[in-house]
């Protein structure tokens, strides 16, 4: 199947062929021109306007200031964020969504962070964004009177992804440094500003109004599960188990878990019910396992199973076991808690191999069958205390007597990275996959019910989480990227209160403008930033540097600025080149 960045591309080549055509054929009116798939609408209306807004100057020059400062703290940070960027790039490789060249791209379904379902939502955040960004340039070219040729919008096909206001060259050189500091900085003050105000927006009365609802939010199923075959998917609320009733997430593997029934009866919030056929799974393996993801575990040592409790209680009974799988393979494998033992640690110090993969089966006598039982353990021993830890190495039972290590807080530490299950193996007997609503939410000021752990957030905590909840999946650990309200998402959640009365939909819609207006706006500032040019930030860059070498007691001051500008600018180039390229090339 053609991927959506292939249509993307033959758009613009036909796009590109037309626009070329119509401009030869003199079709097109003079205030558009185009270059390739790039095209830019000109215009003079709205110059009154500006002039008339700008009448407040000593105001509009403190605001100026203000947004000067906060400048030169970004463009200071995303130096630094592109040049720490670029050098892991090269020294720990490691490529990811976040670094493809295509998520470079504002363009929703293109960009794996900017859904499609909200795309009106993204480009009317985006508009709002280019108009008081060049609307800010516009407004202080009035406000140090300086002349403003054309005003206009640069397109990519249909697309908008700029803005430009062109001030007459020849006052811009007359006016003073700080005249055109103000000037360059207006734009992304103004982008700041909004994004302020739509996330406070959000934040407030918005998010106060959204609620989770109860039960367990399935974000999708693991494949070849139970609950896969069963016909569950993503977007279904649980409410129940054999009639026990899933207020919260955890309600659902507690239930569970306290039943080795292997037929269950699964209610929903607005579906019928379904029985769910539980079977051992596994859902993940090390890759040295002899198991594989996929593979139904039906006895352990000749005891039958069929759910996650039932694999362990049979495994824990004999550090070697006998696992027999559905499609009448045997594998005989030490059941314990499998970790990668860390160089220079507790456990490496007492003769275990380094950087090698063992199966922890006991200490001091005490069964660790999977790595929750290991850590059990390990709660109750001290640094400095000795232990005798029984695993296998490569099947080879050995015996290590290790002083414990101390993990800062006084407990031991054996120096290893444990895997989760048993013997590096997970077992899932149902295969949801929970999709973290209430923690969403909280993170923009809703009422999650209690339902997640962020706890209480800051406003300056939430501004800060916004920037990576739409790639938060990747960045963290949630396994999801936030995309607003939208999809099968919106059914974890209902709205309350006063704005109950605009109807869920209408409420969701207003949560997404105001989500992604301040997401982009914030994006956009700091990127503008980069000082670098184009940008904002190399006009400002160029400025900051003439004030400062003209108070310097040495020759060829113009040298020197645009030696200096020249070597800033080509930095960031070459490091944003390297931040999108590199870890694919030096992987």
């Known amino acids: 199947m053609v991927d959506t960045l292939t249509w993307v591309l033959v758009g613009l080549a036909a796009y590109t062929l037309a626009a070329m055509a119509l401009k030869s054929r003199g079709v097109l009116p003079e205030y558009v021109n185009v270059s390739g798939p790039l095209a830019t609408l000109h215009t003079q209306r709205g110059k009154q306007i500006l002039t008339r807004l700008a009448r407040p100057k000593r105001f509009w020059r403190a605001w100026g200031n203000l947004g000067v400062g906060a400048a030169l703290v970004v463009m200071v940070g995303s130096f630094l964020l592109v040049a720490y960027s670029a050098y892991q790039a090269v020294v720990n490789p490691q490529p990811s969504a976040l670094n493809e060249p295509r998520n470079a791209l504002a363009i929703p379904g293109v960009n794996d962070f900017l859904p499609l379902s909200v795309a009106p939502e993204i480009v009317f955040g985006l508009l709002l964004a280019l108009v008081v960004h060049e609307g800010g340039h516009g407004l202080f070219c009035r406000v140090e009177d300086i002349d403003i040729e054309s005003m206009g919008l640069a397109l990519l096909s249909v697309i908008p992804i700029g803005a430009f206001v062109e001030p007459d060259e020849t006052e811009l050189l007359k006016s003073d440094r700080g005249a055109q500091v103000r000037m360059y900085a207006a734009g992304v003050t103004n982008n700041f500003a909004l994004s302020f105000l739509a996330l406070l927006l959000l934040f407030g009365p918005i998010a106060g109004s959204i609620a989770v609802v109860d039960g367990y939010h399935v974000g999708g199923t693991v494949e070849a599960t139970p609950a896969a075959e069963a016909g569950i998917e993503s977007g279904d609320v649980i409410t129940g188990i054999n009639g026990q009733a899933v207020q919260r997430p955890g309600d659902l593997e507690s239930t569970l878990a306290a039943t080795n029934e292997t037929r269950v009866t699964v209610q929903f919030r607005?579906?019928?019910?379904?029985?769910?056929?539980?079977?051992?799974?596994?859902?993940?393996?090390?890759?040295?396992?002899?198991?594989?993801?996929?593979?139904?575990?039906?006895?352990?040592?000749?005891?039958?199973?069929?759910?996650?409790?039932?694999?362990?209680?049979?495994?824990?009974?004999?550090?070697?076991?006998?696992?027999r799988t559905e499609d009448?393979?045997?594998?005989?494998?030490?059941?314990?808690?499998?970790?990668?033992?860390?160089?220079?640690?507790?456990?490496a110090n007492a003769g275990a191999p380094a950087e090698s993969g063992i199966v922890i089966t006991a200490i001091d006598g005490e069964r660790t069958v999977n790595t929750a039982a290991l850590v059990d353990v390990l709660d109750n021993r001290s640094a400095g205390e000795s232990v005798t830890v029984t695993a296998y190495v490569d099947s080879e039972r050995r015996t290590y007597n290790v002083t414990a290590g101390d993990d800062?807080?006084?407990?031991?530490?054996?120096?290893?990275?444990?895997?989760?299950?048993?013997?590096?193996?997970?077992?899932?007997?149902?295969?949801?996959?929970?999709?973290?609503?209430?923690?969403?939410?909280?993170?923009?000021?809703?009422?999650?019910?209690?339902?997640?752990?962020?706890?209480?957030?800051?406003?300056?905590?939430?501004?800060?989480?916004?920037?990576?909840?739409?790639?938060?999946?990747?960045?963290?650990?949630?396994?999801?990227?936030?995309?607003?309200?939208?999809?099968?998402?919106?059914?974890?959640?209902?709205?309350?209160?006063?704005?109950?009365?605009?109807?869920?939909?209408?409420?969701?819609?207003?949560?997404?403008?105001?989500?992604?207006?301040?997401?982009?706006?914030?994006?956009?500032?700091?990127?503008?930033?980069?000082?670098?040019?184009?940008?904002?930030?190399?006009?400002?860059?160029?400025?900051?540097?003439?004030?400062?070498?003209?108070?310097?007691?040495?020759?060829?001051?113009?040298?020197?600025?645009?030696?200096?500008?020249?070597?800033?600018?080509?930095?960031?180039?070459?490091?944003?080149?390297?931040?999108?390229?590199?870890?694919?090339?030096?992987?």
Request: glycine content about 14%; proline content about 5%.
């Open 328 to 347: 009448g393979r045997t594998e005989q494998l030490p059941t314990g808690s499998y970790a990668l033992v860390q160089a220079d640690g507790a456990l």
């Open 270 to 323: 607005d579906k019928e019910s379904v029985t769910v056929q539980r079977s051992a799974v596994v859902s993940s393996a090390i890759q040295s396992s002899p198991l594989e993801s996929g593979d139904t575990i039906v006895s352990v040592n000749g005891t039958n199973v069929s759910t996650g409790g039932q694999f362990v209680d049979a495994a824990r009974a004999n550090p070697v076991a006998e696992i």
């Open 408 to 587: 800062g807080d006084g407990g031991a530490l054996l120096g290893i990275s444990p895997e989760r299950g048993v013997s590096g193996i997970t077992v899932d007997d149902f295969g949801l996959d929970r999709y973290p609503a209430a923690t969403f939410l909280d993170f923009i000021g809703g009422d999650s019910g209690g339902s997640s752990d962020v706890g209480d957030l800051s406003v300056v905590q939430r501004f800060a989480t916004v920037l990576v909840l739409p790639v938060i999946g990747i960045a963290g650990q949630l396994g999801y990227n936030f995309p607003g309200f939208t999809g099968f998402a919106t059914n974890f959640y209902t709205v309350q209160g006063p704005l109950a009365a605009l109807g869920e939909s209408t409420v969701f819609l207003l949560a997404n403008v105001l989500f992604w207006t301040g997401w982009i706006n914030i994006i956009i500032g700091q990127f503008n930033l980069i000082p670098t040019y184009p940008l904002d930030g190399g006009h400002i860059l160029r400025a900051s540097t003439e004030s400062v070498v003209s108070r310097l007691p040495v020759p060829g001051r113009r040298s020197l600025t645009t030696a200096v500008t020249l070597a800033v600018t080509a930095s960031m180039i070459g490091g944003l080149f390297v931040m999108l390229f590199g870890p694919r090339f030096f992987a």
